[in-house]
Structure formats: structure tokens, C-alpha cells
């Protein structure tokens, strides 16, 4: 793969990322059906993947490792569901945005867990995502449906930078493994909830679901590993800032979810925020494998 084509990979990846909410929006099914057949596509995908387009050697697991991975399958799996559950309630942009909170998480969670020294470019972080959420929120009304589906929204960042950080502790786990681990952990543990739901699943609600698991899942995230291997971390982290634009425009295409100028503000403070935070990021040595979104 070559630079040029590896920086389209990049972008591909960034662009199946982004649609993920909208792809769950499409399917009239509860969240956990989704979660479920996005995560059983997932694996399905990224067994071809491991099998066919990665050399990256499978590490043996030890019983630390499982406990590591079946955690982070866990955090996967609420992290989606309630990223989800806001989609249905407050629509594809809110729930964007809002989820896009978890770098302002992983800064404060980050510090506290791993004893690290929390910089001053980094609380301009978190002040740059609060200013940001409070700028996307419309109303304060908790009984809202804006509101409350911000609020899963930002849980779900929440149980994304605990996944983060929890894969950050797995780091001797290649990318792909980590991720197909996880990946079965979802299916498996939302089996019983999803399982009673199933045959009620219209044809067009499982195209959904299957683009979401081998596109937004399996592949973006093949893409996005595959493209590190000679793309930089901070190239990369620019282009993943796209993920929540990519998302808000086709889902005003689509569903005519016009963002006000108040929600576009706050949308730019978070975006530039996640820009910052993986410049931030691909500086320091430790690595971790990559959580998918």
C-alpha cells in the first residue's frame, strides 16, 4: 500500500465510520438487535480479514487477556447500544456529536488511571468539548427527547474511553485480534436479549445491519489498521476528525436533520478537539489497539 493510497483508505474507513448512525437509523430495529447482527457481521468480516489480508501474527492469550478482552467486549457493547438508543431518540447529529465527547473522557480518565500528569493543552481539551456539548444541546429539559438523547450520546463516549483505555492496558494484542475477540464477546452477551426479536427483523432492516457490521465495522477498521502501517498517527487523526462531518451531512441529505448555527458551532469546538487530541496522542509512545467507533 502506498502513501497516496493508504491516506484514500484513510478516508474510505473515516466516511464508513461516519455512516454507522445512519445506517442505524435506516434499520427499524431496537438497539440491541442492531448491536447484535453489526457485531455478528463484524466478526464475520474480520475473520476474512485475519485470514486472508493480515500478516500480523496472532499473540497467544493468556488468562489476563481474556479478562482484558471480555471487558472490552462489554464496554463495545454498551458503548453501542446507548450510542444507538440515541440515534433513535434525538437523530443521527446529536447523537454524532455527542458520542465525539469521549476525547475530553480519555484525557481525565486517562490521568487518573494511568497516573499521568494531566497538561494544560489537555484541560483546554475539556473546556473546548463542554463548551461544545453545551452549544449542541437545544434545551436543558431533561425530559426532552434532544436531551435525553444527548445524554446517551455522551455515556456512550464515556464507555468509549474506558474501552480506550482498557485496550491501551491489552497493547501487546494485535489490532484485528483484539477487535475479533471483542467483537464475539458482543454477540455472545447480547444473544439472550436480541434472540426473541430475530425473526421479527424485516429483510431491508438486516441490509442495514449488514453494512454496518462488514462496512462500518469489519472493513473501516481493517482499513483504518491496514493504513497505519505507513500513514502517521497524526495524519490519521485529522482524517478521523471527518468521521462526525461525514455523518451529519449525509444524515441532512437523507432525513433533513438541519443542524442549527448554535449546533454547528458546538459541532466545530468538538471536532477541533478531537483533532487535538490525536495530534496529542500520536505523539506518545504507548500503543494501543484501535476501538472501533
Given at each position: 500500500?502506498?502513501?497516496?493510497?493508504?491516506?484514500?483508505?484513510?478516508?474510505?474507513?473515516?466516511?464508513?465510520?461516519?455512516?454507522?448512525?445512519?445506517?442505524?437509523?435506516?434499520?427499524?430495529?431496537?438497539?440491541?438487535?442492531?448491536?447484535?447482527?453489526?457485531?455478528?457481521?463484524?466478526?464475520?468480516?474480520?475473520?476474512?480479514?485475519?485470514?486472508?489480508?493480515?500478516?500480523?501474527?496472532?499473540?497467544?492469550l493468556h488468562s489476563a487477556?481474556?479478562?482484558?478482552?471480555?471487558?472490552?467486549?462489554?464496554?463495545?457493547?454498551?458503548?453501542?447500544?446507548?450510542?444507538?438508543?440515541?440515534?433513535?431518540?434525538?437523530?443521527?447529529?446529536?447523537?454524532?456529536?455527542?458520542?465525539?465527547?469521549?476525547?475530553?473522557?480519555?484525557?481525565?480518565?486517562?490521568?487518573?488511571?494511568?497516573?499521568?500528569?494531566?497538561?494544560?493543552?489537555?484541560?483546554?481539551?475539556?473546556?473546548?468539548?463542554?463548551?461544545?456539548?453545551?452549544?449542541?444541546?437545544?434545551?436543558?429539559?431533561?425530559?426532552?427527547?434532544?436531551?435525553s438523547g444527548l445524554l446517551?450520546?455522551?455515556?456512550?463516549?464515556?464507555?468509549?474511553?474506558?474501552?480506550?483505555?482498557?485496550?491501551?492496558?491489552?497493547?501487546?494484542?494485535?489490532?484485528?485480534?483484539?477487535?475479533?475477540?471483542?467483537?464475539?464477546?458482543?454477540?455472545?452477551?447480547?444473544?439472550?436479549?436480541?434472540?426473541?426479536?430475530?425473526?421479527?427483523?424485516?429483510?431491508?432492516?438486516?441490509?442495514?445491519?449488514?453494512?454496518?457490521?462488514?462496512?462500518?465495522?469489519?472493513?473501516?477498521?481493517?482499513?483504518?489498521?491496514?493504513?497505519?502501517?505507513?500513514?502517521?498517527?497524526?495524519?490519521?487523526?485529522?482524517?478521523?476528525?471527518?468521521?462526525?462531518?461525514?455523518?451529519?451531512?449525509?444524515?441532512?441529505?437523507?432525513?433533513?436533520?438541519?443542524?442549527?448555527?448554535?449546533?454547528?458551532?458546538?459541532?466545530?469546538?468538538?471536532?477541533?478537539?478531537?483533532?487535538?487530541?490525536?495530534?496529542?496522542?500520536?505523539?506518545?509512545?504507548?500503543?494501543?489497539?484501535?476501538?472501533?467507533a
Open positions: 500500500m502506498t502513501p497516496r493510497t493508504a491516506l484514500g483508505a484513510l478516508h474510505i474507513g473515516a466516511l464508513m465510520f461516519g455512516l454507522t448512525g445512519v445506517l442505524g437509523k435506516l434499520a427499524a430495529a431496537s438497539p440491541a438487535i442492531i448491536v447484535f447482527g453489526r457485531a455478528a457481521f463484524a466478526v464475520i468480516a474480520l475473520t476474512v480479514f485475519a485470514r486472508f489480508a493480515s500478516s500480523t501474527p496472532w499473540q497467544k487477556d481474556w479478562r482484558r478482552l471480555l471487558l472490552s467486549g462489554l464496554l463495545l457493547a454498551g458503548h453501542w447500544v446507548s450510542f444507538f438508543i440515541a440515534v433513535k431518540v434525538a437523530g443521527v447529529a446529536i447523537a454524532t456529536l455527542g458520542f465525539a465527547s469521549f476525547p475530553a473522557f480519555t484525557v481525565i480518565l486517562e490521568g487518573l488511571v494511568f497516573r499521568e500528569r494531566i497538561r494544560v493543552n489537555e484541560i483546554f481539551l475539556v473546556v473546548l468539548v463542554s463548551i461544545g456539548l453545551v452549544l449542541v444541546t437545544p434545551d436543558f429539559d431533561l425530559a426532552s427527547q434532544a436531551t446517551w450520546a455522551v455515556g456512550s463516549g464515556l464507555l468509549f474511553s474506558l474501552l480506550s483505555l482498557n485496550n491501551r492496558a491489552s497493547g501487546r494484542i494485535p489490532a484485528v485480534q483484539a477487535a475479533l475477540c471483542q467483537n464475539v464477546v458482543v454477540v455472545l452477551c447480547l444473544l439472550p436479549v436480541a434472540a426473541p426479536g430475530l425473526a421479527d427483523v424485516r429483510a431491508l432492516d438486516w441490509l442495514w445491519i449488514g453494512l454496518l457490521g462488514v462496512f462500518c465495522t469489519g472493513l473501516a477498521h481493517s482499513l483504518f489498521v491496514a493504513s497505519l502501517a505507513v500513514i502517521k498517527a497524526r495524519t490519521a487523526a485529522v482524517v478521523f476528525a471527518m468521521e462526525p462531518v461525514y455523518g451529519i451531512t449525509v444524515a441532512w441529505l437523507l432525513f433533513g436533520e438541519n443542524p442549527t448555527l448554535r449546533m454547528l458551532a458546538g459541532g466545530a469546538l468538538i471536532i477541533i478537539a478531537i483533532v487535538v487530541s490525536g495530534l496529542m496522542g500520536s505523539t506518545r509512545k504507548a500503543k494501543q489497539p484501535a476501538a472501533v
